[in-house]
């Protein structure tokens, strides 16, 4: 058994850094544990993939983080088991640690729905590996044609959600401004982007007016758009729709969803909707004292009742909302429940385009003054300020240029593993 600490965090994303941060600054001995040694930018990972910025905007490493928190001690390892009766975590090196309060913030895997083919040949977009694996994965795809006259080039996203909507429309306008550009337009009107989902309409948790612009805008850069149809199969060359329709697909990215990993479903906590914990209004895990739950590994309620959307807003309230429940434990004091301030959702759709629904209100914007507010927003939540400098300099030379702002070298060829 090696050293006990008062608070175990699993986990360094949004919601993991955000409560080992809050409970760290108050003189809290915390364990901060990850498979990884960075934290990830999940938002911006789209844009790794198809080269408009680059792995060190989204990737900080998380001891430069807490450089001035000394009672966060950050441990690299990946966490094999947990024994939530014990409040206890065991490395996959065989390394034991105990603490008082245990806090999962593990995150999520992709969601492939049991779908044929799927895990083997889909490229998700949840890591920093993920999004390096698609983007030199896209590059070889196009180079190949390029040598190939007459290849027609087809790239399928499954999922209309905020992910699948910003891929698929990041991936049109490279074909549009940088493949016409940098390759020859003979091979940009050779490549089609196709979106699919078995929702009949784009950004579900959008109003219709915005999902009648992103409609709108996705049609006008040429994505060419299947909706109200599942995936019945996903195959090395594309995907087969429920209606029977095959498009045909060199690069299949599969946005269609997340739930929890196996470090949740090994754990012996009661799983709800995705596989995710459901947890209590005060973010605890029902039936094991003095265990958190939080971010995307977490089914989180607002004070009405409904279940919260697996949204980086939400992950980093909710960590540090358990840091303050995590301080009254130790103190003695009383958990409150969570409350969420709904700061509203956006998704981009290209150069100049965007939707945005802000605040509770849902004050809706599209266009350049969405577009505008979009970069602004994941400008400030940009974790360092080298990550922010960077990530501008990017969208400038990108979004002015028209120039592809950074090269991706990953795994070629492989979708997951």
């Known amino acids: 058994m090696e050293d006990s600490y008062q608070v175990i965090v699993i986990g360094a994303g949004f919601a993991g850094t955000a409560a080992a941060r809050e409970l760290g600054r108050k003189g809290v001995r915390v364990l901060l544990i990850d498979s990884n040694n960075y934290h990830q930018f999940q938002p911006l990972l789209y844009q790794v993939a198809t ?20 009672n966060v001690r950050v441990l690299t390892a990946e966490v094999a088991s947990v024994d939530v009766g014990n409040h206890t975590v065991t490395t996959d090196e065989g390394d034991t640690f105990r603490a008082k309060v245990l806090v999962i913030a593990v995150g999520a895997v992709p ?22 694996r698609l983007g030199t994965s896209v590059t070889r795809l196009l180079d190949r044609a390029d040598r190939e006259p007459g290849t027609e080039v087809d790239m399928v996203v499954v999922g209309g959600g905020p992910t699948g909507v910003e891929t698929a ?14 390759f020859s337009p003979e091979l940009a009107a050779r490549c089609r982007v196709h979106l699919v989902d078995m929702v009949p309409s784009v950004l579900a948790m959008f109003s219709s007016k915005s999902q009648e612009y992103t409609r709108q805008r996705l049609a006008k850069i040429g994505v060419q758009m299947h909706m109200g149809v599942g995936v ?28 929890g990993g196996h470090l949740i479903a090994g754990s012996g906590l009661p799983q709800g909707k995705g596989g995710r914990i459901d947890v209590r209004a005060d973010l605890t895990a029902p039936g094991a004292e003095g265990v958190y739950v939080i971010g995307d590994a977490a089914n989180i309620t607002d004070s009405t009742g409904a279940k919260l959307p697996q949204l980086g807003s939400v992950a980093q309230q909710a960590g540090k909302w358990a840091a303050r429940n995590i301080l009254a434990d130790l103190n003695g004091g009383t958990r409150q429940p969570f409350r969420y301030v709904d700061k509203g959702y956006m998704a981009m759709i290209g150069r100049g385009a965007a939707v945005a629904e802000l605040g509770r209100r849902r004050v809706q914007l599209q266009g350049p003054l969405a577009f505008l507010s979009w970069l602004l927003v994941h400008l400030a939540l940009l974790s360092g300020f080298q990550q922010k400098v960077r990530a501008l300099f990017s969208w400038l030379n990108g979004y002015v240029l028209h120039s ?8 070629p060829d492989k979708a997951q593993r």
């Open 51 to 70: 080269s408009q910025i680059g792995v060190s905007a989204i990737a900080r490493p998380i001891r430069s983080m807490f450089r001035r928190i000394r």
């Open 111 to 132: 969601n492939f729905f049991n779908t044929p083919g799927a895990e083997e040949h889909a490229f998700p977009l949840y890591s920093v590996t993920d999004a390096t």
């Open 169 to 182: 429309g990041a991936l049109a306008e490279n074909i549009k401004f940088v493949v016409a550009k940098y």
């Open 232 to 259: 019945t199969e996903v195959r090395a060359d594309g995907v087969t729709l429920a209606d029977g329709t095959v498009i045909p697909g060199g690069i299949v990215v599969w946005a269609g969803g997340l739930k």
């Open 404 to 411: 592809p702002a950074q090269v991706v070298i990953g795994e």
